[in-house]
């Protein structure tokens, strides 16, 4: 069971600090992701991270404002700046082994953190 922490209120413009950690190492061969899904919306794919060699990919509204990183051997981590109303979202992680934005391809879910922007 992945474990999510750090949403919050931020106002726009600011910076949030996103958690996800394993409840044990995570394998070289695992992607894990993070998505969100705004009110009333489809959960869309935010950042991914191959755990064995660190490259990453972001999709197109967060790209570089976020980052994410891996953080010990069981802890992947979101940056994210530059915040807008536009990304708040309960936000989710995800482990998989596809490199993928597809939600389908992603076995094990966090529970959620509700990130919100306020203008």
């Known amino acids: 069971q992945l474990q999510a922490s750090g949403g919050g209120l931020v106002q726009a413009g600011g910076s949030l600090t996103l958690s996800c950690t394993a409840p044990?190492?995570?394998?070289?061969?695992?992607?894990m992701a993070w998505f969100r899904q705004p009110p009333g919306k489809e959960r869309e794919f935010v950042a991914l991270i191959r755990w064995s060699t660190g490259r990453s990919s972001y999709g197109g509204s967060v790209k570089g404002r976020f980052t994410i990183s891996k953080d010990g051997a069981s802890t992947v981590i979101l940056q994210m700046n530059s915040l807008r109303s536009e990304d708040s979202a309960v936000y989710y992680c995800a482990r998989g082994t596809q490199w993928t934005e597809l939600p389908s391809a992603y076995a094990s879910w966090g529970q959620g953190t509700l990130v919100t922007v306020s203008s």
């Open positions: 044990g190492r995570i394998y070289s061969s695992a992607v």
